[in-house]
C-alpha cells in the first residue's frame, strides 16, 4: 500500500502548493513539479508497469484521478490567477481616447487626376473607350479639318498659341477635338470614344481662366444617333458624377464643327434650380459644348455623311473638379501649393 | 450686342412678352441674353448672338424676325418711301468704280444735297445712346440707326470734299465726283475721322476718290470728306465687302469697329438697297434736302435665294424624336421660307438671302429642332451593339505608377507645359533644342518644358516659403515641413532638329529635406525600386551617371551624387541630387546661409517604362522550412560599391542565401581612415528542409572567407 500512501501525501503536497502559488510562473513551476515530463505523479504513472495486472489497475486508477484532480486544480487557479492579473491591468491602464491619432503622412492624387478618373470610369462602363492625342497639334487638325477655315470669324472663340517657326503651322492645341478628326480616319464607325487631356489658350488668366486646361471630348458615332440618345447619355454622366438626380437643358448654340449645335446646361448643384449667385439667378450651369457630327468633319475624315451621324462634346474637366469640390480659383490646380493638393 | 427692348416692340403690333420673359424666350430658342437692364424708360437686352447669325441678328429687324418666329406673330418693316427729286441725277454727280467685284460684290450709293446738318432729334439721340453709341449729327447718326435697324454699316460723305477726275474747283458742283473701290497702293496713308494715321498696304481695301483713299472700306471713314455743320450734299454709301477682305484688313491695322465687325461675319448683299432708301429716306425727314434720282448700284452677280431638299425622315432620325410634316411646314411658315413640295417624304425649302447660315439639310433640322424646342427631344438610350471598349494601356500604367507614388507618400502636382526664358537660361538648355511660342502670353511662357524637374523645383520653393507659416495655423504640417515629396506626370517638349520634334511623358518627382544626408538619395532610390518593381520591371540597375558632352543635363545634377538607372544598356532615367548651382540660382539655398538642405529628383522616361513594363506577374511557392538570419559586418575601403559585396555573397552563398539586407553603412569614429563599415543581414533558407546550424555556418564561412580573399577586405567577426 506503499503507493497509495505516496499518492495522498502527493496529493496532499501538490495542492497545498498550488493553494499558496503566488503567480503563474511558480504555477507553471508546481505543474512542471508533478506533471511535468520528470514529475512525480508521472514518474509513478510510468513505473507502473513494473507492477502485477491488478495492482497496476487499480493503483493505475488510483494515479490517473490523481493527476485530473491536480491538472484540474492547476487549471482553477490559473483561472484564478489570471483574472487578477487581468484586474490589475484594467485598474492601471487608461487610453486618452481624445488625444490626437499618430500622423500617417500619405501621399495625394491631383483633384484633376480623381476627377479626370471618375469620368473615364462612368464613360467605359456605357462602352466608351478612352483615347488620347497630342498636344502640339497642326492647323489642319485644330481648325481646317473641323470645318474653320482661315479669317473666318470662328476662328476668334480659340485663341491660339501658336509654336515658332509660325510657317510650320504647329500649334498648342485648342481643345481636344481634333482627336475626333484623328480617330475617325483610323477607326470607321460605329465608335464610341471619350478623349480627355490637356487644351491651351492665348487667354490671360484668371480665377476662371488658365493657358492649360483639362478638356473631355466625347464622340459617338452609328447608324442612327440622334441628339435624344446624346441627352440620355450625358443625363446618366451627371447623375451619376455627381451622384444626384439632375436635369439638363439643351439651348441653340454654334460650333463649326457641329450642326446643329448646343450648349448643355445643367440644374444648378447650390440652388436645385431655384436660382441663386453661382449660377446668376438663373438656376442652370452651363456645362458643355455640344451637337451633332456636321457633314463637314465626316468629309473630311473620308466619310460618306449619309452614311454615319452622331454626338459631339467638349466639356471643362477643371470646371467639373471645381463643382464637385467647391474651388473657387482654376489656378489652384496648377500651383503645385502642398496646402491645396494635401486636401485630396 | 445690346438692343433696346421698346426698339424690337416698335416692329409689333402686338405687345411683346415682357423683358426678362422675352430673354428667357431667346435663350433657350435663339442665342443667350447675358443681362436685361433697365434704362429709363426702355430695357436693354445684351445678348450673345450666335457668330453664324451675325448676318442676320446684328440688327433689331433680325431679333424682331427671331420674335416673330418663337411667337408666331406678324412683323411690320418699318417703311421707306422716298421722293426722288427730278431735276438731279444721281449719276450726274458721282461715278463709282468697283477695281475688284470679289473684294466688293455690291457698292449702292444715293446723293442728297441741300441738308442741314444739325443735332438729332432726341428719339433718335435716345436709341443711339440704349445701344452704346454716342450722337454726332443727324446725318452720322442717321448711318449709325440704320445699322442698328438693319445690320447694314453705312458710311456719308461729305459730296463736295471728294475729288473728281478734273481738277476745276470753280466748277465743283455739278462736276462729276468720283469713288473708286480699289485696294490701297503701298505707302498711302489715311487720317480716320477720329484722327488716328494708318499706313495701308496692297492689303487693305479702300473707298478713294479720283486721288487718294477717303476711307477704308467696312472700317472707317477718313478725316477729309467728314460731314461737318457746313455739308450741303451728302453721298451715301451702303455697300457690301468680302468677310475675309475686311477681317484681314481689320488685323492689320488693329482696328475693330461696328461695321468691320459687322462685314466679317457676312452679310447679305440684297441689303444694301433696303438700308440705303432707308437712311435717304429719314435724312429726308429729319436733315431736310433733295434725293438725286436713282440710285447708284454696282451689283454684278445677283444673289438669289438657294433651296434645300429636306429629307423628312432624316428630321426625325437626327432629332431623335417624330415632328409632323404639318408641325415642319409651319416652323418654316413662321420663318417666312417659302416651302415647295417635293415629295411626300421630303419637302424644298427655299432660304432667303439674308440666312447665310443656312445651307444644308442638317442647318435646317437644327431651325426646327431649336424652334419646336430642344425641351422636347426625350432622353433615349442608344440601341447599339455591346462592345466592350478598347482598353487603354497608357492609361492603366499612368494610373499604376501614380497610385504606387501616392502610396509612398508622394503628392501629385500640374504644373503649366511652360518654362521661362530664366529657367531655360538656368538650366542651360540650348535655344535650338527648344519649342519656343511665337505668341506667350508672358516671358514666364516663352518655351514649352523639356523636363518637368524645373517647375517641380519652383513647386519646392513656393511651398519652402509656404509651409512654417501654415504650420502655426495647423498641426498637420508639421511633418510635412521637414520634408517635401513630390511628383508629376506629363507631357514634354523638345526638338532635336528643326523638324524633329518630341512630345512624350516623363514621370519625375522628388524629394526635398532639410537634413542633407546620403539617406535621402537612397529613400528616392527604394521608391524608384518599389516603382520598377510594381510595374514588373525586374532586370533595372543603377550606373554610375557619364554626362554626354552634348547633354544640359551636366548642370542639372550633382555628378558624383547622380545615376542613370537602366534596363540592359538602355538607359530609361536618372537618379540623382540636384547641383548645390542650380539650387542657389533657383533662390533655393544659399551657398553662405547655414539652410542647406538637398532635393533629389528622379526623373524617367516614361514612355521606355512602360515599353518594359508587364503585368504578368508569377508567384513564387513560399519555402515551409523555417529561415535564418547570420549577421556580417565587412570593413572596406570608400571606394568599394556595395553592389561589388552584394554580389560576392549572392555568388558564393548560391541558392541557399534567401536575402541580403544592408543594414548599416558608417564611417567616423572607431574606423579607420579612408574605410567604410557595412553591415548585412543574410537570411538562409532552403525549399526542401530546415537548414542545420552547421550546414549554415558552413556557407557563412565561405561566404567570409570569399569577402577577404580581396585586398584591404575585412570582415568584422
Redesign the interface.
Known amino acids: 500500500m506503499e503507493y497509495m500512501v505516496k499518492l495522498k501525501l502527493l496529493k496532499k503536497g501538490a495542492q497545498k502548493e498550488i493553494k499558496k502559488a503566488k503567480d503563474l510562473k511558480e504555477l507553471d513551476r508546481i505543474f512542471r513539479k508533478y506533471l511535468g515530463k520528470r514529475g512525480k505523479i508521472t514518474q509513478i504513472l510510468r513505473s507502473l508497469k513494473k507492477l502485477k495486472k491488478e495492482k497496476r489497475v487499480k493503483i493505475g486508477k488510483e494515479a490517473n484521478l490523481l493527476k485530473k484532480i491536480i491538472e484540474e486544480n492547476i487549471r482553477e487557479k490559473a483561472e484564478k490567477l489570471k483574472e487578477k492579473v487581468r484586474a490589475e491591468i484594467f485598474k492601471k491602464e487608461r487610453i486618452d481616447v481624445t488625444a490626437?491619432g499618430k500622423?500617417v503622412?500619405?501621399?495625394?492624387?491631383?483633384p484633376?487626376?480623381q476627377v479626370q478618373?471618375r469620368v473615364?470610369e462612368i464613360?467605359?462602363s456605357m462602352?466608351?473607350?478612352?483615347?488620347?492625342g497630342?498636344?502640339?497639334e497642326t492647323e489642319w487638325y485644330n481648325f481646317d479639318a473641323l470645318n474653320i477655315p482661315k479669317?473666318h470669324?470662328?476662328r476668334?472663340?480659340w485663341d491660339t498659341?501658336?509654336?515658332?517657326?509660325?510657317n510650320q503651322k504647329?500649334l498648342?492645341r485648342t481643345h481636344t477635338s481634333p482627336v475626333q478628326v484623328r480617330y475617325m480616319e483610323k477607326n470607321p464607325p460605329?465608335l464610341?470614344i471619350i478623349v480627355p487631356g490637356?487644351v491651351?489658350r492665348?487667354?490671360?488668366?484668371d480665377a476662371s481662366h488658365e493657358?492649360?486646361f483639362y478638356q473631355i471630348e466625347g464622340l459617338?458615332v452609328?447608324k442612327?444617333?440622334?441628339?435624344?440618345?446624346?441627352?440620355?447619355?450625358i443625363?446618366?454622366l451627371f447623375k451619376r458624377f455627381f451622384e444626384k438626380s439632375i436635369k439638363i437643358?439643351?439651348?441653340?448654340?454654334?460650333f463649326p464643327f457641329t450642326?446643329?449645335?448646343?450648349?448643355v446646361d445643367m440644374t444648378c448643384l447650390t440652388c436645385g434650380g431655384k436660382g441663386c449667385s453661382a449660377c446668376q439667378r438663373t438656376g442652370w450651369m452651363e456645362m458643355m459644348g455640344a451637337g451633332?457630327v456636321?457633314?463637314n468633319v465626316f468629309k473630311a475624315v473620308g466619310l460618306n455623311p449619309r452614311d454615319w451621324?452622331g454626338f459631339a462634346f467638349g466639356m471643362g474637366l477643371d470646371r467639373l473638379a471645381m463643382m464637385r469640390y467647391k474651388i473657387n480659383d482654376i489656378r489652384l490646380?496648377?500651383?503645385?501649393?502642398?496646402?491645396f493638393?494635401?486636401q485630396f | 450686342m445690346v438692343f433696346s427692348y421698346n426698339w424690337i416692340q416698335s416692329f409689333f403690333k402686338k405687345k411683346l412678352l415682357k423683358p426678362k420673359e422675352f430673354a428667357e424666350l431667346l435663350t433657350t430658342h435663339s442665342f443667350e441674353v447675358s443681362e436685361v437692364k433697365r434704362v429709363g424708360k426702355d430695357f436693354v437686352l445684351d445678348v450673345d448672338v450666335l457668330p453664324n447669325r451675325g448676318p442676320d441678328c446684328f440688327s433689331h429687324i433680325g431679333i424682331a424676325r427671331e420674335c416673330a418666329a418663337l411667337t408666331k406673330s406678324k412683323i411690320k418693316y418699318p417703311k421707306s418711301k422716298i421722293i426722288e427729286d427730278k431735276g438731279l441725277k444721281a449719276k450726274d454727280f458721282i461715278k463709282v468704280e468697283v477695281k475688284d467685284q470679289k473684294a466688293c460684290p455690291r457698292y449702292t450709293a444715293r446723293v442728297i444735297s441741300g441738308v442741314k446738318v444739325a443735332p438729332s432729334p432726341k428719339w433718335l439721340k435716345e436709341k443711339l445712346k440704349v445701344c452704346g453709341i454716342r450722337p454726332i449729327n443727324n446725318i452720322v447718326d442717321i448711318a449709325n440707326f440704320v445699322m442698328l435697324e438693319t445690320g447694314q454699316p453705312l458710311h456719308a460723305f461729305d459730296g463736295e470734299k471728294l475729288e473728281g477726275p478734273k481738277v476745276k474747283p470753280s466748277a465743283s458742283y455739278g462736276a462729276s465726283k468720283k469713288i473708286i473701290v480699289r485696294f490701297a497702293k503701298k505707302r498711302e496713308r489715311i487720317v480716320t475721322l477720329d484722327e488716328e494715321k494708318y499706313d495701308l498696304n496692297d492689303n487693305i481695301l479702300v473707298i478713294a476718290d479720283a486721288k487718294k483713299p477717303v476711307a477704308i472700306a467696312g472700317i472707317k471713314g477718313g478725316i477729309i470728306p467728314e460731314i461737318d455743320r457746313e455739308t450741303k450734299i451728302v453721298v451715301l454709301e451702303s455697300a457690301n465687302f468680302n468677310p475675309q477682305v475686311i477681317r484681314r484688313g481689320s488685323k492689320k491695322l488693329g482696328l475693330k469697329t461696328d461695321a468691320s465687325w459687322r462685314f466679317e461675319h457676312g452679310i447679305d448683299p440684297n441689303l444694301t438697297e433696303f438700308a440705303i432708301n432707308r437712311a435717304a429716306f429719314l435724312v429726308q425727314k429729319i436733315a431736310g434736302g433733295k434725293i438725286a434720282q436713282g440710285l447708284i448700284d454696282f451689283y454684278p452677280k445677283k444673289v438669289y435665294p438657294k433651296k434645300i431638299k429636306l429629307n423628312l425622315a432624316y428630321v426625325d432620325r437626327l432629332l431623335g424624336v417624330k415632328i409632323s410634316k404639318k408641325e415642319i411646314k409651319n416652323i418654316f411658315r413662321r420663318l417666312n421660307f417659302p416651302l415647295y413640295e417635293n415629295s411626300s417624304r421630303s419637302i424644298l425649302v427655299e432660304v432667303p438671302t439674308f440666312r447665310l447660315d443656312l445651307s444644308l439639310p442638317e442647318d435646317l433640322i437644327e431651325e426646327i429642332g431649336r424652334i419646336s424646342g430642344f425641351q422636347k427631344i426625350p432622353a433615349i438610350l442608344p440601341l447599339v451593339s455591346l462592345i466592350p471598349p478598347k482598353r487603354n494601356i497608357d492609361r492603366f500604367w499612368e494610373n499604376l505608377s501614380r497610385d504606387i507614388l501616392k502610396e509612398a507618400g508622394f503628392s501629385e502636382v500640374y504644373n503649366y507645359s511652360f518654362i521661362s526664358q530664366k529657367m531655360a537660361t538656368i538650366f542651360e538648355y540650348r535655344p535650338k533644342n527648344l519649342m519656343e511660342i511665337e505668341n506667350p502670353m508672358s516671358l514666364e511662357q516663352k518655351y514649352l518644358r523639356p523636363s518637368l524637374i524645373p517647375n517641380l523645383l519652383k513647386n519646392v520653393k513656393e511651398n519652402m516659403k509656404n509651409l512654417p507659416a501654415s504650420r502655426l495655423r495647423s498641426g498637420q504640417w508639421q511633418a510635412g515641413f521637414k520634408e517635401i515629396k513630390i511628383f508629376e506626370l506629363g507631357k514634354i517638349f523638345r526638338k532635336d532638329t528643326p523638324s524633329k520634334i518630341f512630345e512624350k511623358r516623363s514621370l519625375t518627382g522628388l524629394i526635398f529635406k532639410k537634413e542633407k544626408k546620403a539617406e535621402n538619395f537612397y529613400e528616392l532610390k527604394g521608391i524608384c525600386d518599389l516603382l520598377l518593381e510594381k510595374m514588373g520591371i525586374s532586370n533595372f540597375w543603377y550606373d554610375t551617371y557619364k554626362p554626354t558632352p552634348e547633354d544640359s543635363k551636366i548642370s542639372i545634377w550633382d555628378p558624383k551624387k547622380c545615376a542613370e538607372i537602366k534596363v540592359d544598356h538602355q538607359e530609361i532615367g536618372f537618379l540623382g541630387e540636384v547641383s548645390l548651382k542650380i539650387l542657389e540660382d533657383l533662390k533655393i539655398f544659399s551657398a553662405k546661409g547655414k539652410q542647406i538642405g538637398n532635393v533629389v529628383v528622379f526623373d524617367f522616361d516614361f514612355e521606355k517604362l512602360q515599353k518594359l513594363a508587364c503585368e504578368e506577374h508569377e508567384f513564387l511557392p513560399i519555402s515551409k522550412y523555417p529561415a535564418a538570419i547570420r549577421d556580417l559586418a565587412v570593413l572596406v575601403p570608400l571606394e568599394v560599391r556595395v553592389e561589388e559585396i552584394l554580389n560576392k555573397i549572392e555568388i558564393t552563398g548560391g541558392s541557399l542565401v534567401r536575402d541580403v539586407d544592408l543594414f548599416d553603412i558608417y564611417t567616423g569614429e572607431e574606423i579607420p581612415e579612408g574605410k567604410k563599415n557595412l553591415a548585412f543581414h543574410i537570411i538562409y533558407q532552403s525549399d526542401i528542409k530546415t537548414l542545420s546550424s552547421r550546414e549554415i555556418d558552413k556557407i557563412h564561412q565561405k561566404i567570409i572567407k570569399a569577402l577577404e580573399k580581396e585586398k584591404e577586405w575585412e570582415v568584422r567577426k
Not at chain 1, 462602352?127 to 488620347?132: L, Q, R, Y
Not at chain 1, 437643358?249 to 454654334?254: E, G, T, V
Open positions: 490626437p500622423k503622412l500619405p501621399g495625394h492624387l491631383h484633376l487626376t478618373r473615364e464613360f467605359q462602352g466608351f473607350s478612352v483615347i488620347e497630342p498636344e502640339i479669317e470669324p470662328a476668334d472663340f498659341l501658336w509654336l515658332k517657326p509660325k504647329l498648342l460605329p464610341r490637356r491651351f492665348h487667354e490671360a488668366t493657358v492649360n459617338m452609328d442612327d444617333i440622334s441628339i435624344a440618345n446624346f441627352k440620355a447619355i443625363q446618366k437643358r439643351l439651348r441653340p448654340s454654334y450642326e446643329p449645335s448646343f450648349e451633332m456636321h457633314p451621324q490646380f496648377y500651383g503645385g501649393d502642398l496646402r493638393l494635401k
